[in-house]
């Protein structure tokens, strides 16, 4: 049975991918703050099926060990790395920017991904593994006030293909992928709406005229083209 960790999955896309990977017959361990009550429910009725750990991306002292990472495996198959939890937050103009948003957005969106993935490789040694990182087409294109977001995406991605250059030739495989998944209709997209940014009237115009899609729609396709497919490395 294939191990697939989700950081990230009370709400929005998270939850999408957690029911994604339920319904592909997967075992799901999710990591995050807080979890939702159905959630709950199935880690108690389904301990062989669901694992939950509480951790605060915001606090790297939070993350789970490798060790505890290597306990919600199940006995063999694939393990894989989602990391989806994310923060858009603060949208600001350098100069007027939080310093304690700053740096939370840097921890949840950069380096708690780098610690985890630290963490995964570890308790994955000897097991095909994949870590998917979900970035943002912020990550390539210039978005004012949207400096921190944008900045630890597009570090995300250069970590992300310093990684799979070091596992390129790792036996058994390490596949490792940045996805962006597009706009969708989720409480980040919610967020920017109530915010302040020279590009805002696109976002407030995809949601008056009902073109966010769904997160369950992206997860499925994010599911789809790198978990049940041969995904290339980048």
Same mark, same amino acid.
């Given at each position: 049975?294939?191990?697939? *960790?989700?950081t %990230?999955?009370?709400?929005g896309l998270?939850?999408?991918l957690?029911e994604?990977?339920?319904a592909?017959?997967?075992? *799901?361990? %999710?990591? %995050? ?7 709950d429910d199935?880690?108690?009725? &389904?301990p062989?099926r669901?694992?939950?750990? #509480? ?9 789970? $060990?490798? &060790?505890?990472? /290597? @306990?919600?495996?199940?006995p063999? =198959?694939e ?5 989806? !939890? =994310?923060t858009? $937050?603060p949208v600001?103009p ?6 304690d @948003?700053?740096?939370t957005?840097i921890?949840?969106?950069l380096t708690? +991904? ?8 570890? !308790?994955a ?8 990182f979900?970035?943002s087409?912020? !990550?390539? /294109?210039?978005i &004012? ?5 944008s900045?630890?995406?597009r570090?995300?991605e250069?970590?992300? &293909? *310093?990684?799979a250059?070091?596992n390129?030739?790792?036996?058994p495989?390490l596949?490792?992928?940045s996805v962006n998944? =597009?706009v969708?209709? #989720? ?7 109530d915010? @302040?940014f +020279?590009?805002?009237s /696109?976002?407030? %115009? ?5 073109e966010?899609?769904? +997160?369950?729609t992206v !997860?499925?396709?994010? *599911?789809?083209e790198?978990l049940? #497919? ?5």
């Amino acid at each position: 049975m294939r191990t697939v *960790i989700v950081t %990230g999955v009370s709400r929005g896309l998270g939850a999408a991918l957690f029911e994604q990977v339920i319904a592909a017959g997967d075992r *799901i361990v %999710g990591i %995050g703050r807080s979890f939702t009550g159905a959630q709950d429910d199935l880690a108690l009725q &389904e301990p062989a099926r669901v694992a939950l750990l #509480t951790a605060n991306l915001s606090d790297p002292s939070t993350l789970p $060990t490798p &060790e505890a990472l /290597r @306990e919600t495996f199940a006995p063999d =198959g694939e393990v894989v790395l989602i990391h989806n !939890a =994310g923060t858009v $937050t603060p949208v600001a103009p350098v100069g007027a920017l939080p310093a304690d @948003e700053v740096a939370t957005s840097i921890t949840v969106n950069l380096t708690a +991904p780098i610690l985890l993935t630290n963490a995964f490789l570890a !308790a994955a040694a000897g097991r095909a593994a994949r870590v998917l990182f979900v970035s943002s087409g912020a !990550a390539g /294109r210039t978005i &004012e006030n949207w400096s921190a977001y944008s900045t630890a995406k597009r570090g995300g991605e250069f970590f992300m &293909e *310093i990684l799979a250059a070091e596992n390129a030739h790792r036996e058994p495989p390490l596949t490792v992928a940045s996805v962006n998944p =597009g706009v969708m209709d #989720t409480d980040m997209q919610a967020a920017l709406r109530d915010a @302040e940014f +020279p590009a805002k009237s /696109r976002y407030v %115009g995809l949601h008056e005229r009902g073109e966010l899609p769904d +997160p369950a729609t992206v !997860a499925e396709r994010i *599911i789809r083209e790198h978990l049940l #497919t041969s995904s290339p490395q980048i």
